[in-house]
Each structure stands twice: as structure tokens, then as C-alpha cells.
T-cell receptor, first 114, second 115 residues
Framework: QKEVEQNSGPLSVPEGAIASLNCTYSDRGSQSFFWYRQYSGKSPELIMSIYSNGDKEDGRFTAQLNKASQYVSLLIRDSQPSDSATYLC??????????????FGQGTILTVHP | GAVVSQHPSWVICKSGTSVKIECRSLDFQATTMFWYRQFPKQSLMLMAT?????????EQGVEKDKFLINHASLTLSTLTVTSAHPEDSSFYIC???????????FGPGTRLTVL
């Protein structure tokens, strides 16, 4: 079982719609969760972090965490073509790795079409 | 805040030469820096973790004598690819983290092409 798992997609949504990206993790002890966005040919950019169960909103982005279900998601409201990118779910210390190391999901490719 | 820079952004070199890549945290002190490599259409691969003033910890399969890492200060880490070969051509990305947090901020990356 992969430690951090995402649907690789591609996920295609029309402009203005809500894009829903999902991530599951295997280590019940995980406390921190990150979403990064990576445009093609660029490095990852941190867009959200979440530590507590529930929702966290930042602009058009909402991260949702459910530790009981070991599930974290990212919602993008009013999706724009500029949101088209690969979204990486990352969990530190997953699977007993040393402090600070991130375990990434395989990434979900999102395409927002006009 | 939390800006990480890398230099150079791209480099082309001849096979057999060495290339140094710098990673700087511009507005925070980075007690830990990470070096990643990414091949086209593949996931990020962690190469090594470096802590300021300590020797780097390399991931399994990464040659420490080929990829020399120095983290001499709280704002600077360098990766030197020694005797580079075409198979070392890749996108090298660093990230930085400050003590007490587990958030990593990524640099913009360095694209290395070895001819």
C-alpha cells in the first residue's frame, strides 16, 4: 500500500466549476498535510497546509481533513484555466521517515477548460 | 515571506565537468534543506537532506561522492554534481525548512543539461 495516494487523473473540469482533488494516507499518526501546485516545467508551490480536522479556506481553495478516515482533499472553487497544473498531496514523516521529509502522492493532473 | 532562490536557473555543461548549484533562503533561516531531482513527467525524487553544519543524509541509491552537498550557513546550501554525464541531466530543486516546522518551501529549480 502506498503511503500517500492520489488519483493521477487527469481531472478535467470546465471553467467556473469546482475541482475536487483527493488524497489518502496510511500513517494514522500523521499530523500535517500539505497541498502543492506544480506547473509544467516549474517547481512545486505551497498552496495549503492543514493540521486539524475540518475545513480550512484560503481564497478559492478549501482543504478538508478527516483524520479518522485518513483522507485529505482540496477543493478549488470557480476553477480557472490558470489552475491547470499537477496538484501534489504531501505528508511529512509518513511511514516512519525522519523528521521533515515529505512523502508525496503521485500527483493529480488538473485541466480546466474554457 | 518564505522565499527560496536557486542559482543558476539553467546550466549546460560538457560531460566530465562539475556543476555547482546554490540554494538560498532569502527571508528565513533554513535549518534543513532538501535536494530533489525530477525527470520529465516523473515525480519528485528526494536525493538528500542537509542540516546546517552537519553532513548531508543521502537517500538510498544516491551517490554521495557524485552529488556533493554543503550546508555551510542557515541561508545557503550547495549541490555540486561532479563529473557530470548526460544521464545526470535533470531538473534539480531544493527546498528549505526552518527549525520547529515541517513546512517545506521550494526553490524555482535548476535545469541541468549535460552534453
Amino acid at each position: 500500500q502506498k503511503e500517500v495516494e492520489q488519483n493521477s487523473g487527469p481531472l478535467s473540469v470546465p471553467e467556473g466549476a469546482i475541482a475536487s482533488l483527493n488524497c489518502t494516507y496510511s500513517d494514522r499518526g500523521s499530523q500535517s498535510f500539505f497541498w502543492y501546485r506544480q506547473y509544467s516545467g516549474k517547481s512545486p508551490e505551497l498552496i495549503m497546509s492543514i493540521y486539524s480536522n475540518g475545513d480550512k479556506e484560503d481564497g478559492r481553495f478549501t482543504a478538508q481533513l478527516n483524520k479518522a478516515s485518513q483522507y485529505v482533499s482540496l477543493l478549488i472553487r470557480d476553477s480557472q484555466p490558470s489552475d491547470s497544473a499537477t496538484y501534489l498531496c504531501a505528508v511529512p514523516n509518513a511511514g516512519g521517515t525522519s523528521y521533515g521529509k515529505l512523502t508525496f502522492g503521485q500527483g493529480t493532473i488538473l485541466t480546466v477548460h474554457p | 515571506g518564505a522565499v527560496v532562490s536557486q542559482h543558476p536557473s539553467w546550466v549546460i555543461c560538457k560531460s566530465g565537468t562539475s556543476v555547482k548549484i546554490e540554494c538560498r533562503s532569502l527571508d528565513f533561516q533554513a535549518t534543513t534543506m532538501f535536494w530533489y531531482r525530477q525527470f520529465p513527467k516523473q515525480s519528485l525524487m528526494l536525493m538528500a537532506t542537509s542540516n546546517e553544519g552537519s553532513k548531508a543524509t543521502y537517500e538510498q541509491g544516491v551517490e554521495k561522492d557524485k552529488f556533493l552537498i554543503n550546508h555551510a550557513s542557515l541561508t545557503l546550501s550547495t549541490l555540486t554534481v561532479t563529473s557530470a554525464h548526460p544521464e545526470d541531466s535533470s531538473f534539480y530543486i531544493c527546498s528549505a525548512q526552518t527549525d520547529g516546522t515541517d513546512t517545506q518551501y521550494f526553490g524555482p529549480g535548476t535545469r541541468l543539461t549535460v552534453l
